[in-house]
T-cell receptor
C-alpha cells in the first residue's frame, strides 16, 4: 500500500518563527514530491515541488528531500499569520507518463501562526 | 485567478436528480483528474484521463460517470447520489511529466439532500 504520512497537528508557531512540516512516504521508488497549501473551504494551491535529494528554496519556503530516509519536509521562514492553513504533502506514486501520473496526498498538517 | 475553471461553484441536488460538474483548462495539459475531498480529509483520487482516454478509475461507484469530450474539457455526471457523496469535488490538470504539478480548479461544493 502506498502511503503518505504527516503529523496532523495543529502546529502552532509565533509570528516570525520558522515552521517545520514533515512528511514520510512508503514507496522508495517515488520520484516527485509536492507541497500544497489549503485554506479552509478553498482548493489546494502549489507551494513547492522537489525531486532531487537536498534542499530547494523559493522565497520564505525551503523544501528538503531525503530519498534514503523517505522523508520530505517544508520549512517556512519568518512565518506570517497569513501562512495559517493546512499543508498537504503529495507524492507521485505513478510513473512519468501522463496516464500514470497521479498524486497521493497525506492527511495534511494544520499550521497556526500566532501574532 | 486559477487556470482550471470549474462550474458550478456550489450545487445542491436531491438523490433522484441528474447533474453534471464541468471543468475546463487551456494550458495544453494532457492529463486531467477528478478528486473528491471530504471535510478535514485529504483529496482522494477518483479518475484520471490521459490524452482524452480514461486511464485510472479508483473503484468509484457507477453513480459517478466521467467524460472527457476533448483535451480541454472534463465532465463528471452525477446520478442517484447519496448524502454521503456530499463533498468538495476538485478538478485538476497536469503535463504528466516528472516534475509537473497538479493545477487545481476552485472546486465544486456539492450537497446531496
Amino acid at each position: 500500500q502506498k502511503e503518505v504520512e504527516q503529523n496532523s497537528g495543529p502546529l502552532s508557531v509565533p509570528e516570525g518563527a520558522i515552521a517545520s512540516l514533515n512528511c514520510t512516504y512508503s514507496d522508495r521508488g517515488s520520484q516527485s514530491f509536492f507541497w500544497y497549501r489549503q485554506y479552509s473551504g478553498k482548493s489546494p494551491e502549489l507551494i513547492m515541488f522537489i525531486y532531487s535529494n537536498g534542499d530547494k528554496e523559493d522565497g520564505r519556503f525551503t523544501a528538503q528531500l531525503n530519498k534514503a530516509s523517505q522523508y520530505v519536509s517544508l520549512l517556512i521562514r519568518d512565518s506570517q499569520p497569513s501562512d495559517s492553513a493546512t499543508y498537504l504533502c503529495a507524492v507521485n506514486f505513478g510513473g512519468s507518463g501522463a496516464g500514470s501520473y497521479q498524486l497521493t496526498f497525506g492527511k495534511g498538517t494544520k499550521l497556526s501562526v500566532i501574532p | 485567478d486559477t487556470e482550471v475553471t470549474q462550474t458550478p461553484k456550489h450545487l445542491v441536488m436531491g438523490m433522484t436528480n441528474k447533474k453534471s460538474l464541468k471543468c475546463e483548462q487551456h494550458m495544453g495539459h494532457r492529463a486531467m483528474y477528478w478528486y473528491k475531498q471530504k471535510a478535514k480529509k485529504p483529496p482522494e483520487l477518483m479518475f484520471v484521463y490521459s490524452y482524452e482516454k480514461l486511464s485510472i478509475n479508483e473503484s468509484v461507484p457507477s453513480r459517478f460517470s466521467p467524460e472527457c469530450p476533448n483535451s480541454s474539457l472534463l465532465n463528471l455526471h452525477l446520478h442517484a447520489l447519496q448524502p454521503e457523496d456530499s463533498a468538495l469535488y476538485l478538478c485538476a490538470s497536469a503535463q504528466g511529466i516528472l516534475d509537473s504539478p497538479l493545477h487545481f480548479g476552485n472546486g465544486t461544493r456539492l450537497t446531496v439532500t
